[in-house]
């Protein structure tokens, strides 16, 4: 007898990212009354970065999908439980007010609405009870320069000023004029609450 096993290799970044690419063209169909299911989370599996990780469970957060974890909690570093322990990111996949996810609003390197699992969509943006959740994901294999500019996130306003929190960190930021710019690592998603409007 022959046995064929297939292994989905679910916890490889090749993988992770052809996910994320399909998953953002269905983000319409997720609300309250129906989930989308990206597949259970892979951080602490695999040879996945910090950054990868950051990655993969932010934005996996972000589009309201299932946060199943599939490791063992046991061999977890710190730095990965603080990953799956980030209170803004569980607030905004567990809102009780907006069950929206959120969706990209710009593409980046590839034109937007453009199909690819190697650099899938790079700007992300969503409401929530506590504010607008924005992410910059840098697909590519160096640092870069990112911007989030207010004129191009459709939940806030251009000239807008705004208290703002680095997710990741926990860090609040101040009031922040009409954009926000972050270096990205390779791999590594910049996250930030923007909160209530500053005067």
């Known amino acids: 007898?022959?046995?064929?096993?297939?292994?989905?290799?679910?916890?490889?970044?090749?993988?992770?990212?052809?996910?994320?690419?399909v998953n953002s063209f269905l983000l319409d169909y997720t609300d309250f009354w129906g989930r989308n299911d990206p597949d259970m989370l892979e951080v602490g599996n695999g040879n996945l970065t910090l950054e990868q990780e950051h990655s993969?469970?932010?934005?996996?957060?972000?589009?309201?999908?299932?946060?199943?974890?599939?490791?063992?909690?046991?061999?977890?570093?710190?730095?990965?439980?603080?990953?799956?322990?980030?209170?803004?990111?569980?607030?905004?996949?567990?809102?009780?007010?907006?069950?929206?996810?959120?969706?990209?609003?710009?593409?980046?390197?590839?034109?937007?609405?453009?199909?690819?699992?190697?650099?899938?969509?790079?700007?992300?943006?969503?409401?929530?009870?506590?504010?607008?959740?924005?992410?910059?994901?840098?697909?590519?294999?160096?640092t870069m320069k990112m911007t989030a500019d207010y004129a191009e996130i459709p939940q806030l306003e251009s000239r807008g000023c705004y208290d703002v929190t680095d997710v990741w960190s926990g860090k609040n930021l101040g009031c922040k004029e009409k954009k926000v710019e972050a270096k990205v690592m390779a791999h590594d998603t910049a996250i930030f609450l923007f909160g209530k409007e500053c005067k």
């Not at 007898?1 to 690419?21: F, G, H, P, Y």
């Not at 009780?96 to 650099?119: C, E, H, L, M, R």
């Open 1 to 21: 007898m022959i046995q064929c096993v297939i292994k989905a290799e679910t916890d490889q970044w090749s993988r992770i990212l052809q996910i994320l690419n």
């Open 56 to 142: 993969h469970f932010g934005l996996w957060a972000m589009m309201k999908g299932p946060l199943l974890m599939g490791t063992d909690l046991t061999k977890l570093s710190k730095e990965q439980i603080a990953v799956l322990q980030n209170k803004h990111l569980l607030a905004y996949n567990q809102d009780p007010v907006v069950g929206q996810p959120a969706k990209p609003y710009k593409w980046g390197i590839n034109p937007d609405w453009t199909f690819n699992s190697t650099y899938p969509a790079m700007y992300w943006s969503g409401a929530s009870n506590n504010g607008t959740m924005v992410a910059l994901f840098n697909p590519t294999n160096s």
